[in-house]
């Protein structure tokens, strides 16, 4: 699917879908952490039937899966959003609507299944609120606050396609050119724009759309603000973006619902730990509060792996995006039920018959994670250490 997405989309589109920041030091780091984990399958158990099936949030789910949030998902293909939230209701997956997002909440909502709004912090703090009742309104399920972008990652590829403008360069437009499928198709809806980012950004045009939702963030956005939103929310919140447990300790403190620790996919802070490496220090961090992940996920094997470290769930960014590129809602389906159908498989082949009973035994060793971590984690009955192995 990755291919036909390379082959579909011209360049510049390619860049946005699976750049990292920086030197792409934490894009590759996500991957090699993830490759550094072995499963340890236990045998003679009876795997006859399996169960993907898991409650998070109170929230029924086929799989322990979500679509992460993508802004701009429409320059892949226009109407993007829509598609994924009826792929994922499909399969009875949640969706998180990006705030970067080009269908309306109401109309993505209206596809039914789970969906959650995506928010980030703004300097109007009002605009957040207003953004927090509608998508409540149009029937969300709750809200994901993102809190890794107070300015945005470092990008070298738009330095590629764009000049300092924002224009596309001469050699931009003419590979996009050579991609008329996507060329036909985004001319006939034009470019995308942002009706739920929470600003008011009625009659401006698409480049003066994008200037003000940047300037929009707010990077002076604090534990404080928080807390104020937490109050504001009645409904689910959970914070994304986090991998200090010092930071998930404190939003934990604060009432936030679950966190999701990710890294943007490897898209804001070059450098930074892989999400798989922090998990273990932040689960202890968490306490009851419970933990998803991203960043990386490519099959079933990478998402057994997250669930054996201990975290409730994992997302998905580029991965639909693929089958979003490749073939429209059926090709978002079709990815998924990939991951899905893989997962199944794996939790036979490790002698799990229920996902939400995959837990460390069925990891090696130092589970491709931080020593230290895994071994203050350790296994209940083994006091605090970690049993030789699995740990
Ligand atoms: C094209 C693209 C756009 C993204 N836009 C957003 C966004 O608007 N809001 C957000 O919180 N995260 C955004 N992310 C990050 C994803 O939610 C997620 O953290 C990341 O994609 C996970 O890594 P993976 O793509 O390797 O699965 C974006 C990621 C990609 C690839």
Redesign the pocket.
């Known amino acids: 699917m990755r291919a036909l997405a390379h082959r579909r989309l011209p360049r510049f589109v390619v860049d ?3 750049g990292g920041a920086g030197r792409g030091l934490t894009l590759a780091r ?1 991957r090699a952490a993830l490759d550094a984990i072995a499963l340890v399958p236990r045998t003679l158990r009876d795997v006859s039937e399996v169960s993907l099936a898991t409650r998070l949030f109170g929230l029924a789910m086929a799989a322990p899966l979500m679509i ?6 429409g320059l892949l293909r226009p109407g993007a959003d829509v598609m994924l939230a009826r792929a994922a209701a499909r399969l009875g997956l949640p969706f ?1 609507l ?4 080009n269908v309306p909440v109401e109309d993505v909502a209206a596809q039914g299944g789970l969906v959650w709004m ?1 928010v ?1 912090p703004l300097r109007d703090r009002e605009a957040t609120r207003r953004l927090v009742a509608r998508a409540t309104k149009a029937g969300c399920v709750g809200i ?1 606050l ?1 809190v ?2 107070p300015v945005a990652g470092v990008r070298h590829w738009e330095a590629r396609h764009f000049t300092p403008a924002g224009r596309p360069r001469l050699r931009t437009r003419l590979d996009a050119l050579r991609h008329p499928a996507w060329l036909m198709a985004t001319l006939r809806h034009g470019p995308p724009r942002f009706p739920n980012i929470g600003l008011d950004v009625t009659g401006l045009d698409e480049r003066a759309e994008r200037k003000a939702i940047n300037e929009g963030k707010d990077p002076a956005f604090t534990f404080d603000d928080l807390a104020i939103l937490r109050d504001a929310c009645a409904g689910r919140l959970v914070v ?2 986090l991998a200090a447990p010092e930071d998930v300790e404190r939003i934990a403190a604060l009432g936030a619902d679950g966190a ?1 620790i ?6 804001q802070l070059d450098g930074m730990v892989s999400t798989v490496e922090a998990l273990p220090a932040c689960l202890q961090a968490a306490g009851a509060m419970p933990l998803m992940l ?5 099959d079933g094997v990478d998402v057994a792996k997250v669930l054996a470290l201990g975290a409730k769930a994992v ?5 639909p ?1 693929y089958g979003l590129a490749a073939a429209g809602e059926d090709g978002v389906a079709h990815a998924l039920s990939l991951l899905t159908k893989e997962l199944d498989r794996v939790l036979a082949l490790v002698g799990c018959r229920d996902v939400t009973g995959l837990d460390r035994r069925v990891l090696s060793g130092r589970c491709g994670s931080d020593r230290d971590s895994c071994l203050r984690l350790g296994r209940p009955g083994t006091g605090g250490r970690a049993a030789s192995a699995p740990c």
């Open positions: 946005y879908l699976e996500n992460a949030p993508t802004g701009v998902a998180v990006s705030a970067a997002s995506q980030y994901v993102t890794d972008t994304k973006g999701i990710s890294n943007h996919g490897g898209r991203d960043g990386g996920i490519r997302l998905v960014g580029r991965v995006l």
